[in-house]
């Protein structure tokens, strides 16, 4: 089965931290690439995070030095530690997964975090 399960989304007041899980099959876990973005109301989508070939790792500048990426080849699991978040980063996170470089993207269903006091 070819799926990413999101979790860990929250509510938090501004200047706390989250850790998001992605739960991958194992045909996605062996992804050329896998990463984070997130779509806020009214707002383009963003990359915030990706790591590529199990290693690289880039960020969006309006979160690096906050966020980390980082995985779990046991768990078959991709995190996202969060910290010192602030209201600009409420949106809904997205877990996605490039199979091979040029195809589309696998994407899990979403998980929402909420930055306010």
């Known amino acids: 089965q070819v799926q990413l399960v999101e979790s860990g989304g929250d509510l938090v007041q501004p200047g706390g931290s989250l850790r998001l899980s992605c739960a991958a099959s194992?045909?996605?876990?062996?992804?050329?690439?896998m990463g984070w973005y997130r779509q806020a109301p009214g707002k383009q989508r963003e990359v915030v995070a990706l790591i590529i070939s199990g290693a690289n790792t880039d960020y969006a500048d309006s979160v690096r030095g906050r966020f980390t990426i980082s995985r779990d080849n046991a768990k078959n699991t991709v995190y996202l530690q969060m910290n010192s978040l602030n209201p600009e980063d409420t949106a809904v996170y997205y877990c996605y997964a490039v199979v091979r470089p040029g195809t589309q993207p696998y994407w899990g269903q979403g998980t929402q975090v909420t930055v306010s006091s």
């Open positions: 194992r045909f996605l876990f062996g992804s050329y690439a």
